[in-house]
């Protein structure tokens, strides 16, 4: 299947993205690191292991309509488009208000049913998550970057299709939203992030202040500006904000202070 033909779902890992820390925080930190491994969950135990009904959508609905008589039809649809409809190297948006984080991410692998708790989830959530979809998560928004807004709106189901096909969604995720820095200034940048300690740029103490276009203010370590490592922590909330690449930092509003 080519980019073209894959899909972007949001998916809310329990209640407004409750979840989504649980998932992804048990072999490391909170929000993941880029190109690191996860997982995606929703809950619906009694349906069971959806490979029961694979290729038989009529059974399923026969099934489901069982044990969950007071849902709507979109709703009942919810673990089919889970663990059918979402395929391999589809794109996934899940937000977290819970955490102040949304995560993009592809899709790896078919649906994993998890009802022996391989992994270890239940005590971690205190709830019941069975049904798991692995994740490569390639962008971590935080909420005071603006393309939090526009990606938090994937609808009120837990997993529903978005509107944005994936041309549109990379669109986003890439656009500058620095418009008011000037051109210079985002050469300047790119500079002093690009020297690492070779060029003329001195910092004024242990670290390499910036500003962004939401007024918010950071600095990066004078030891990771060296290891090229782009990692912002916000002066007014100590959050931390990582970057896989220079263009990305500046398009996420950051120009050097």
């Known amino acids: 299947m080519s980019e073209q033909q894959n899909k972007v779902w949001g998916v ?17 930190p909170f929000p993941p690191k ?17 490979n029961l009904y694979e290729n038989d959508y009529a059974d399923y609905r026969l099934k489901i309509n ?16 889970f663990a059918f409809e979402m395929q391999e190297n589809d794109w996934v948006i899940s937000p977290s208000a819970t955490t102040g984080y949304l995560l993009v991410g592809k899709i790896i692998g078919s649906y994993i049913p998890d009802f022996h708790n391989e992994f270890g989830f239940y005590k971690i959530t205190n709830e019941v998550y069975l049904h ?6 390639l962008y971590v928004v935080p909420k005071e970057d603006v393309r939090y807004s526009k990606l938090n709106k994937i ?30 200034l985002k050469e300047e940048t790119r500079n002093v992030l690009k020297s690492a300690g070779y060029g003329d740029f ?31 922590k916000d002066k007014k909330t100590d959050a931390e904000y990582l970057y896989t690449t220079i263009d990305e930092l500046i398009a996420s509003g950051w120009a050097v202070d």
């Open 132 to 137: 798991l979809r692995k994740v490569q998560w």
């Open 155 to 184: 609808g009120m189901l837990t997993v529903s299709q978005s509107r944005f096909s994936i041309e549109e969604l990379k669109y986003i995720l890439n656009d500058s939203i620095s418009d008011s820095w000037s051109d210079t």
């Open 12 to 28: 809310f890992v329990g209640e407004n993205g409750n979840q989504l820390e649980a998932f992804n925080s048990k072999k490391g």
């Open 34 to 50: 880029l190109n690191t491994e996860g997982y995606i969950a929703i809950g619906w135990p009694a349906v069971g292991d959806m």
């Open 202 to 232: 001195v910092p004024r103490d242990e670290f390499v202040h910036m500003k962004n276009f939401n007024d918010n203010f950071g600095t990066i370590l004078v030891t990771d500006w060296i290891n090229r490592k782009w990692l912002i």
């Open 66 to 81: 069982k044990v969950y008589k007071d849902r709507t039809v979109a709703a009942l649809n919810i673990p089919w488009n």
